[in-house]
């Protein structure tokens, strides 16, 4: 299984909305992603987990809360979002720590902040 | 830090022409280099990859060399087809000393014309 898998596939949450993404993959792996990516452009890097501890916060707002419950399990909860929050939300993963790795990067949740 | 510079893009291309999209790097360590693809509305596809200088990344027709010595890991295709439209990513990772980040290119688009 070389799959990762986000649910839902698209979301349209009003600003004052509560909901979350979920992510999960089965290849034992134990680095896991979350990038935002605008239309036309390169995915941003959001969070980086680690064997299930946040390593990385590329200076995210807190409407934006990670989440990592086990080793296969990522999301991300969105609460008070805004309309420049809209875009594509992809979760990937990785092995940790092994150079000549790459990241396997899900189908993306496709969210609209109306 | 690191970074990716990719041609800019779109380039449109008659079917069964020849493709190159160019890309270089600048990194501290000594990454690996990846081309990620992305379909209209869907996630990133790892299309090849290189782990050390002078490694060839191929698959389904596409080529990429690694040269040290020219920072450079272009993408070519010897006879595009309509399928391969889409946006082409150049990425590199240094997993070890980066903790766990991917630096993207800023895409090329490539629309090929029956």
């Known amino acids: 299984d070389t799959e990762v898998t986000q649910t839902p596939k698209h979301l349209v949450m009003g600003m004052t909305n509560k909901k979350s993404l979920k992510c999960e993959q089965h290849?034992?792996?134990?680095?896991m992603y979350w990038y935002k990516q605008k239309a036309k452009k390169p995915p941003e890097l959001m969070f980086v987990?680690?064997?299930?501890?946040?390593?990385i916060n590329e200076s995210v707002p807190s409407r934006f809360s990670p989440e990592c419950p086990n080793s296969s399990l990522l999301n991300l909860h969105l609460h008070a979002l805004q309309p420049e929050d809209s875009a594509l939300y992809l979760c990937?993963?990785?092995?940790?720590?092994?150079?000549?790795?790459?990241?396997?990067f899900g189908q993306g949740t496709r969210l609209t902040v109306v | 830090g690191d970074s990716v510079t990719q041609m800019e893009g779109p380039v449109t291309l008659s079917e069964e022409a020849f493709l190159t999209i160019n890309c270089t790097y600048t990194a501290t360590g000594y990454p690996s280099l990846f081309w990620y693809v992305q379909y209209p509305g869907e996630g990133l596809q790892l299309l090849l990859k290189a782990t050390k200088a002078d490694d060839k990344g191929s698959n389904k027709g596409f080529e990429a060399t690694y040269r040290k010595e020219t920072t450079s890991f272009h993408l070519e295709k010897g006879s595009v087809q309509v399928s391969d439209s889409a946006v082409y990513f150049c990425?590199?990772?240094?997993?070890?000393?980066?903790?766990?980040?991917?630096?993207f290119g800023d895409g090329t688009t490539l629309t090929v014309k029956p």
């Open positions: 990937a993963s990785s092995q940790v720590g092994m150079k000549n790795t790459e990241a396997f």
């Open positions: 987990y680690s064997y299930e501890k946040l390593s």
């Open positions: 290849m034992g792996h134990r680095a």
């Open positions: 990425a590199l990772s240094d997993r070890v000393t980066n903790a766990g980040k991917s630096t």
